[in-house]
């Protein structure tokens, strides 16, 4: 196995789709991002997965043949890449604190779904834009009125 950084207890349940087995996490990984691999062990010896997070689950894609668990499932998930944690840029930080505006009031999905939003900014013109509108969101620093 791998080199493991992160290991996590997992449950969940199965699905099946058209690519066959999907096994779907009671809770979602927050800090993983999606479409990175990891060892999961079902107790049947470690099988390499796919890990697809999204907004609101994650679920884990086999890339080996194993055996289906039962509808519902626990195992151990090693991630040999470790916790990822969302990291706010330079340039939204700056232009955060130079409006008086507070990103720390965002929680989690607030926060990867900004990031996800100025991420995909394909022009310079566009992230400025993007920023300024998630910045005009924000509420003010220290609970100031606006």
């Known amino acids: 196995m791998t080199r493991t950084i992160g290991t996590f207890p997992v449950q969940g ?3 099946h789709d058209e690519h066959g ?5 009671d ?6 991002d999606t479409f990175l691999s990891g060892i999961l062990d079902l107790g049947q010896g470690p099988a390499a997965v796919r890990i697809f997070t ?8 086999p ?3 194993i055996e289906a668990p039962s509808p ?13 944690p969302r990291v706010v840029p330079a340039d939204l930080a ?7 505006r507070d990103l720390d009031t965002l929680d989690a999905a ?5 990031l996800t939003f100025l991420g995909e900014a394909t022009t310079a013109q566009i992230r400025t834009a993007r920023i300024a509108a998630i910045v005009s969101a924000l509420p003010p620093a220290g609970g100031d009125a606006a």
Do not use: C, F, K
Not at 27 to 32: A, N, S, V
Not at 54 to 61: A, E, Q, S, W
């Open 13 to 15: 349940t199965t699905r």
């Open 21 to 25: 087995l999907l096994l779907v996490l």
């Open 27 to 32: 809770r979602r990984l927050d800090g993983h």
């Open 54 to 61: 999204l907004d609101d689950v994650t679920v884990l894609r």
């Open 63 to 65: 890339l080996e043949t």
């Open 72 to 84: 519902v499932w626990a195992g151990i998930l090693h991630l040999p890449h470790g916790l990822r």
């Open 94 to 100: 700056n232009a955060a604190q130079a409006g008086s």
């Open 110 to 114: 607030e926060l990867r779904y900004a």
